[in-house]
């Protein structure tokens, strides 16, 4: 037997013909050894539904992973962002104030001059 695209098909079976000679003890054990490795092949390429089911699990369970990781490191992206962005705005209020004590202090030195004049 061979397995073609998931079919098992019937290969000729030469042992049972008796090629050997009158050994049919040989073409009983060929079979045999045959149907054993049919059956480990079987054993390694299939799959019970238990199988498929705890992959499906671990699948999800993979991909929930992925998905708390990925909304924890956009959650931490957008806080640093959200950081710099007051750290910005801060400093440009910072900035300004400084601006405006400046010109209120030379308004304030001009109207004391404008007056002395």
């Not at 999800?60 to 708390?68: L, N, Y």
């Not at 962002?81 to 304030?108: F, M, P, Q």
């Amino acid at each position: 037997m061979t397995q073609d695209n998931n079919k098992i098909t019937q290969q000729p079976d030469v042992f049972l013909t008796g090629e050997k000679g009158n050994k049919s003890w040989y073409s009983y054990i060929e079979t045999i050894t045959r149907l054993e490795e049919s059956v480990n092949n079987l054993k390694t390429i299939s799959a019970t539904k238990s199988d498929i089911k705890e992959s499906e699990l671990r699948t999800q369970e993979a991909i929930t992973k992925s998905a708390k990781e990925t909304d924890r490191k956009i959650t931490e992206a957008v806080e640093k962002i959200d950081k710099k962005n007051k750290e910005a705005s801060e400093k440009r209020l910072s900035h300004y104030k400084w601006i405006v004590g400046i010109i209120l202090s030379l308004c304030t030195i001009a109207a004391i001059l404008y007056k002395k004049v």
